[in-house]
């Protein structure tokens, strides 16, 4: 504020404007949410990429899946695979719920698929599991040939 003294009057004239230090809290407090936005922008694309490479290796699994549950012969055994993509399968077929499928005329196959790969030098895997019902008379059929 300045004063001004003229012919005994006082008159009172204001400045108008923002000091040093109200522009510095501005700027910081515009800093400090653009630097926050950034940051969580930067995690949701981290997780956007993890998220499409578990996709990607969910398609994998579920086609392998798909074959396995194709094949002719369904009997209690273990494998390893590897495909040209980078993804390395381990499948084991065993029989499950046999104390309840004695008297039946079918049997369960608990099928398991593990899936692994590796992302930014990061061992990744996913599982899937499933059953088939088949008939006795195929798998023994099936184990004669």
Do not use: P
């Not at 510095?24 to 950034?38: D, G, Q, T």
């Not at 499409?52 to 209690?76: G, S, V, W, Y």
């Not at 593990?114 to 059953?131: G, I, M, P, S, Y």
């Not at 008939?135 to 099936?142: C, I, M, P, R, V």
């Amino acid at each position: 504020m300045k004063l001004k003294n003229t012919n005994c009057q006082l008159i009172i004239k204001k400045e108008e404007g923002f000091t040093i230090l109200e522009i510095m809290v501005a700027l910081v407090l515009i800093a400090v949410v653009v630097s926050s936005f950034i940051q969580l922008s930067s995690a949701n694309l981290n997780n956007l990429s993890s998220s499409d490479d578990q996709i990607d290796a969910l398609i994998h699994a579920n086609a392998k899946m798909r074959e396995i549950l194709d094949l002719e012969i369904i009997e209690d055994k273990s494998w390893n695979e590897t495909d040209n993509d980078g993804y390395s399968y381990e499948i084991t077929m065993a029989e499950s719920l046999a104390d309840r499928t004695d008297s039946l005329n079918v049997k369960m196959e608990e099928i398991t698929l593990l899936t692994k790969w590796v992302k930014n030098n990061k061992k990744k895997e996913v599982v899937l599991k499933t059953a088939k019902v088949i008939s006795k008379a195929d798998a023994l059929k099936n184990a004669n040939n």
